[in-house]
């Protein structure tokens, strides 16, 4: 298994322009989320999906856009990018959540995408 | 709404045991989990706790006290390697895979 694999690896736009981030895991996960990692900020999460076809906004999701076409695929979008939006992504996925009750059902992360705006 | 605080920086020496304080206070509460990050590097799942008490795996463990909601990550025999960053986060609500996450606290080995 490749886990949660994210492409690209780095990323440098202009003001304005639009990109998709890719995430992909290989292990049937049906929750799926992005994170953006900030210095002094911790992990905040921007979008989630409980499975194909169903997502839903986290805690900073403007400027963004998700879809969930396939349990394996969940792209972020940047709509017009702008320097507030240089960080760090990381995509992470867990086990599925229709077993209850719930357990340890850790997340596991991609390796993550650094993204710079200038 | 959600605040989960954790020191920002320790240092420990090489052999040493440090505990790594996390308090939270969140609408709802299922489960607190500790995580590792290196430099450069994703998180990598440590330790999960949803009831009170002392969970331990090898030479890392964790506390839960859901009256008082708080935490630690007790790391025994440190070693070089776990220099990194450990983020505290908290599930808050029941049937919920939404992981609230602390700022994380840097810890650096020193010989």
């Known amino acids: 298994n490749a886990g949660v694999t994210q492409t690209p690896k780095f990323q440098v736009l202009k003001t304005g322009q639009s990109m998709t981030l890719q995430c992909a895991q290989d292990m049937n996960h049906e929750y799926m989320s992005w994170y953006r990692q900030d210095p002094g900020m911790g992990l905040r999460l921007i979008h989630y999906?409980?499975?194909?076809?169903?997502?839903d906004q986290g805690e900073v999701p403007n400027g963004y856009n998700v879809s969930r076409s396939t349990t394996e695929d969940f792209p972020l979008r940047l709509l017009s990018a702008a320097p507030s939006q240089t960080s760090v992504y990381f995509c992470?996925?867990?086990?599925?959540?229709?077993?209850?009750?719930?357990?340890?059902?850790?997340?596991?992360f991609g390796p993550g995408t650094r993204l710079t705006v200038l | 709404g959600q605040n989960i605080d954790q020191p920002t920086e320790m240092t420990a020496t090489e052999g040493a045991i440090v505990q790594i304080n996390c308090t939270y206070q969140t609408s709802g509460f299922n489960g607190l989990f500790w995580y590792q990050q290196h430099a450069g590097e994703a998180p990598t799942f440590l330790s999960y706790?949803?009831?009170?008490g002392l969970e331990e795996k090898g030479r890392f463990s964790s506390f839960l006290s859901r009256s008082k909601g708080y935490s630690y990550l007790l790391l025994k025999e440190l070693q070089m390697k776990d220099s990194a960053s450990y983020l505290c986060?908290?599930?808050?609500?029941?049937?919920?895979?939404?992981?609230?996450f602390g700022k994380g606290t840097k810890l650096s080995v020193i010989p």
């Open positions: 706790n949803v009831l009170d």
């Open positions: 992470a996925s867990s086990y599925s959540i229709s077993r209850t009750p719930i357990v340890r059902d850790e997340q596991f």
């Open positions: 999906s409980v499975g194909a076809g169903i997502t």
């Open positions: 986060a908290v599930r808050g609500k029941a049937g919920s895979y939404q992981l609230t």
